[in-house]
C-alpha cells in the first residue's frame, strides 16, 4: 500500500507563488509515475502535471504551462508543484496521486493523498 501526504497549501495573493510538496511512503517512490490534479468547488476534478519516474519528462495542463513545474527527489520520497504567477482561477483543493499510468485520466492512477487546499486571493 502507498501513503501520499501532501503538503504545502495556503492562502496567497494573486501573482505569489506556492510550493506544494507530496510524501510518498510505503512503497519506493519511483516505483510510481506522480501526478497532481486540483478540484475546485463545484467542479471536477482536473489534470495539473505528471511526472517520469525518474523526473527526466514532465507533462502540464495548459492552463498552468509555464507557471507551474513539477519535480520529485526520489531519494527524499517527495515530489513538488511550484507555482508561481497564482491567479484566483487556481483556487482549488490540490491533490496527489500515484500510478503507472502516463497520462491526465484520473481514474488510472491507483493511489490519492488526501489534498491539500490551496486559495488565491484577489
Known amino acids: 500500500q502507498v501513503q501520499l501526504v501532501e503538503s504545502g497549501g495556503g492562502l496567497v495573493q494573486a501573482g505569489g507563488s506556492l510550493r506544494l510538496s507530496c510524501a510518498v511512503s510505503g512503497r519506493t517512490s519511483s516505483s510510481y509515475i506522480m501526478a497532481w490534479f486540483r478540484q475546485a468547488p463545484g467542479k471536477e476534478r482536473e489534470f495539473v502535471a505528471a511526472i517520469t519516474y525518474s523526473g527526466s519528462a514532465t507533462n502540464s495542463a495548459d492552463s498552468v504551462k509555464g507557471r507551474f513545474t513539477m519535480s520529485r527527489d526520489n531519494a527524499k520520497s517527495t515530489v513538488y508543484l511550484q507555482m508561481n504567477s497564482l491567479k484566483p482561477e487556481d483556487t482549488a483543493v490540490y491533490y496527489c496521486?500515484?500510478?503507472?499510468?502516463?497520462?491526465?485520466?484520473?481514474?488510472?492512477?491507483?493511489?490519492w493523498g488526501q489534498g491539500t487546499q490551496v486559495t488565491v486571493s484577489s
Open positions: 496521486a500515484a500510478g503507472t499510468y502516463w497520462g491526465s485520466i484520473k481514474s488510472r492512477y491507483e493511489y
